[in-house]
């Protein structure tokens, strides 16, 4: 039986795509050929990259706006270091606000000047940072808009006149928002848009050439985007997941569908956090994640009594990650409603039993 998976990354995908996906590894339309032994260069893989592309910046609401989306690997650990190595030439700005931050920032500061806008640190990232200063002399502004470790999301975005740069991994194409504000943004494919292997990078054209370091040019953005993220060989089958996947959130109404219906998984899983008096959330209200909820018991010897009752339930991947405690409920696109509601059963029984 197909378990409740509330797991953070890989994270769950909609079923159907799995199963579109299975039948494509055994052929892929009707060719006599699978999609994992067919050339990259073939006609039928450019179409599906070629698509992937151009889905990406319609259900983003760019098309046509002068960014270039692009399916690049390495995962988003790979772009820490590439959006400094082709975007810094004197001083980024980033904003700390939780491990994935952390980690984007040692890797820029192997290439230049990075000031630490503000950080969440002192409350172990429960909160995203406002109401900083941003200098006019700075490249680019990085922030993380969703911290799957600990929970929190922008819910709006820092106002300024430089290039906003973001690591989107856990909350991209989740909610609808005006993506102009962004210069350039990225997603590792295994929590909200597909399997691990590929990551999606959109940027303006605008950004190329922003430096005059010499760039390797697989981490060159500009030379990535003029091979249509063929420079080197796709990893082929992510980047079909992916586009099944993308395909799977235009017919459930772009991100404004997919948006609306987080916006209702998120408030039924937080209410009862906030209801039962046996839990206590994590993050601060207002900066609470739609993808990622993170809440602990408020007395840890109870778990005893409430691990059993949701793994009984057939839930999946609800353990906190090690620098929070207590649970996290990753509810992606493609977890039902129903699998929260099956989780909120749980809280109200291990209320009744406790
Ligand atoms: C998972 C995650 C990463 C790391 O992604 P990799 O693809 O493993 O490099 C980076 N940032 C955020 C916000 C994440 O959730």
Not at 88 to 108: D, F, M, P, Q, R
Not at 169 to 192: E, H, P, T
Not at 203 to 210: G, H, L, Q
Request: hydrophobic letters at 40%; charged letters at 20%; glycine letters at 6%.
């Amino acid at each position: 039986m197909k378990k409740h998976n509330f797991s953070a990354g890989p994270a769950i995908l909609p079923q159907e795509v799995i199963q579109e996906a299975a039948k494509a590894v055994l052929e892929l339309d009707n060719m006599g050929l699978s999609l994992i032994e067919i050339s990259h260069r073939s006609s039928e893989f450019m179409a599906i990259m070629e698509e992937a592309c151009i889905l990406s910046l319609q259900l983003l609401g760019l098309e046509g706006k002068g960014y270039k989306a692009m399916f690049l690997q390495g995962g988003a650990s790979m772009q820490f270091l590439m959006t400094a190595y082709n975007l810094l030439e004197n001083k980024a700005g980033y904003v700390n606000s939780g491990t994935w931050s952390t980690k984007a920032i040692k890797e820029a500061k192997i290439l230049g000047e990075v000031v630490e806008l503000a950080s969440s640190k002192d409350q172990n990232f429960n909160y995203i940072p406002k109401g900083f200063e941003i200098s006019s002399d700075l490249d680019y502004v990085h922030i993380t808009t969703n911290n799957t470790i600990f929970g929190t999301q922008y819910k709006t975005l820092p106002d300024t006149e430089v290039p906003l740069v973001a690591d989107m991994s856990s909350d991209i194409f989740s909610r609808s928002f005006d993506y102009s504000k962004f210069d350039m943004f990225y997603a590792g494919a295994q929590k909200n848009m597909g399997p691990s292997g590929v990551t999606l990078v959109v940027i303006k054209e605008s950004s190329f050439n922003k430096v005059s370091r010499v760039i390797p040019s697989m981490l060159n953005y500009e030379v990535q985007a003029n091979a249509e993220s063929m420079f080197n060989t796709p990893p082929v089958f992510p980047v079909y997941t992916v586009l099944l996947n993308l395909r799977w959130i235009a017919k459930h109404g772009g991100l404004e569908g997919v948006g609306a219906q987080n916006e209702k998984k998120a408030a039924l899983i937080y209410d009862e956090i906030d209801r039962n008096p046996l839990f206590e959330g994590f993050a601060h209200t207002y900066d609470r994640s739609h993808m990622n909820a993170t809440f602990n018991l408020k007395d840890d010897q109870q778990a005893e009594i409430f691990d059993p009752l949701w793994n009984e339930a057939n839930i999946s991947g609800l353990k906190g990650h090690r620098s929070v405690g207590g649970y996290r409920a990753s509810i992606y696109n493609a977890l039902p409603i129903e699998s929260i509601q099956v989780l909120v059963d749980c809280m109200q029984e291990f209320e009744r039993k406790a």
